[in-house]
């Protein structure tokens, strides 16, 4: 499978590795289906890549009419869905106890919601759609694409919410990975590193260099772009399946 002709389904495709996916996706001939809260960044991207090549719907990932909506127009409007980037997540940073006292539960479920019921509300739902596909010659319907983070895997310090959510995409990307085969549907996730993105975007340039001065090599911050060219490359190579791929220039996170 390759990007010509595609339409991929992108969650968060407004901003940061979403939008790098929607813009890669388009510069290679597919068309893109944005799901994003923000109106403002959505319109104007449509704007930018125009309306034969994008749609955009600001939809809630945890709401399945909202989700299902969207997927059907996309497919009224672009004839099929062949893949699905998840990139739509958000974080907090509180410890598990401090002076202001535990963790509040309402914070922790949040992230949870979104981060990981989200991922997998859209999941379910693309995938539904690509068992209508017609196979190509290699007997695939589609490719979904999740994205975690190396906090799955060496979560620091505040981050239990966001980690649990992260790990939880981890772990559920094997099993669906198997319920999907049948069907020639690949699923893979991605885990990346520390990425200038609208998380850092406010960070101060010192602060930002600090930080990647801790990736062995390259010692910089991951660019979107990158982010982008591991999804093509998943995407087009139809023995990928079932895995995890850290795209972290060998950063291992430290407590704090």
Known sequence: MDLMNSVVVVTGGA????????????????KAVIIDLNEELGNKLVESLGEDNVLFVKTNVVDEAE????????????GKITANVNCAGIGNAHKTVSKKGPF????????????????FNVIRLTAEKMTANQPNDTGERGVIINTASVAAFEGQMGQAAYSASKGGIV?????????????????????????????LGGAPENVKAALGAMVPFPQRLGQPSEYAQLVQAIIENPML???VIRLDGALRMQPK
């Open 104 to 119: 509040e539960l309402k914070a922790f479920k949040k992230v949870i919601d979104v981060n990981l019921i989200g991922t």
């Open 241 to 243: 399946n079932g895995e």
């Open 67 to 78: 989700v299902q909506a969207v997927l059907t127009l996309a497919v009224e409007k672009f």
């Open 15 to 30: 901003s940061g590795l979403g939008e790098a996916t929607v813009r890669n996706v388009v510069a290679n001939g597919g």
């Open 171 to 199: 772990g559920m990307t094997l099993p669906i990975a198997r319920d999907l085969a049948e069907y020639g549907i690949r699923v893979l996730t991605i885990a990346p590193g520390l990425f200038e993105t609208p998380l």
